[in-house]
Structure formats: C-alpha cells, structure tokens
C-alpha cells in the first residue's frame, strides 16, 4: 500500500504494522487471561486497532508533497519504538509466566520493571506511540500518542489501587507508571 512514500512513511509503515501485528501474535500466543473476553469486546478492540492503523497510514499518505519538518525525529522516534515494542512485549511475556495454564488467582508480578511500577507494559506501549508519533510528526499521531498515554496513566492508576487492596504485602514503593513519580 503506497509503495513511494519515502524514508519516513516507509519506517511509519513498518512501525505501525510491526505494532498490531505484535499484538495480535501476543494474543494468540503469550497472554493468559485470568477469564475470558467476550466475542463483541474482540471485534470492537479488533476494529479500533484496524482502523487506528489504516487511518495513521492514510494521513502520512496525505503529507506527502508537503515539506519535512525542520527537525526531523523520525530516526530518533524509530529508536523510541524499538526500545518500547521490544519493552512491552518483554514485560507481557513475564506476565504470561505469572501462571500455569491451571491457575486462575491473581499475583503479584515479578522482574523488569515490576520492581518499580506495576504497569511496566503501559510504559512501553507509551513509548511505542511516542516512537510513532515522532517517526511521522503529524498532529494525528501526537493525539493518538497522547490519547493512549491519558487512557493508560489511568488504567495503570487504577490497577496499582487494585493491588494494594487486594495484597497486603504489595510493596508501597511500587508506582503505578513512572518510575519514582507516579
């Protein structure tokens, strides 16, 4: 799809593909879910994911032609990507190694970052779109990029409340996003 785009469309493609489809692989084959998830939820996150890509994809597609920024992050941004999607799929792989296939109960997650926060895959996730905004430097990737930094600030917020009511030996020090801040 747009085959001559150029250097920066080029690198936004492979980072947006390498993006969803690492998380359709991660849901094939390394989460475990403590339940299950409905077939409705499956198609609706399925769709945004879909649509979130092909529109990221089309509004570089319109950029073309116009001139490059003045200062050019996309080297920078694909480096940000690589540390986050490598980041996040490490912490969710210790995170499917939380339990056998047999157990159900809760844990509290060991290695990485978990030491310091309790969302580590947040964090990561949140530098992949950083990556991704920076790589394509248009206003519609810095909504996305900040889009899903306020939605899982508070997720992670609201998980880290979870573990301190539902563990009493979850240790306090622990944030919930940023390490030492938040």
Not at 5 to 34: N, P, W
Not at 82 to 105: A, M, P, Q
Request: charged share 15%; glycine share 8%; proline share 3%.
């Amino acid at each position: 799809m747009y085959p001559d785009g150029g250097t920066r469309f080029m690198l936004l493609k492979f980072a947006v593909t390498i993006h969803f489809l690492k998380r359709v692989l991660e849901v094939l084959f390394v989460h475990k879910y403590s339940g299950g998830m409905v077939l409705g939820s499956v198609l609706l996150i399925s769709s945004i994911y879909f649509s979130l890509a092909v529109v990221i994809i089309f509004i570089q597609h319109l950029t073309l032609g116009y001139t490059e920024p003045e200062v050019d992050l996309k080297y920078i941004g694909l480096l940000i990507f690589l540390v986050g999607i490598s980041g996040n799929f490490y912490h969710h792989y210790l995170l499917s190694k939380l339990r056998d296939s047999k157990e159900k109960g809760y844990k509290i997650p060991q290695g990485g970052l978990f030491s310091v926060v309790i969302c580590p895959h947040y964090l990561f996730e949140i530098l992949g779109f950083v990556g991704i905004s920076f790589i394509s430097q248009t206003s519609f990737s810095l909504s996305c990029a900040v889009g899903v930094t306020l939605y899982l600030s508070g997720r992670s917020y609201v998980t880290r409340k979870w573990y301190l009511s539902k563990f009493e030996n979850f240790p306090k020090n622990v944030k919930a996003l940023v390490p030492f801040v938040f």
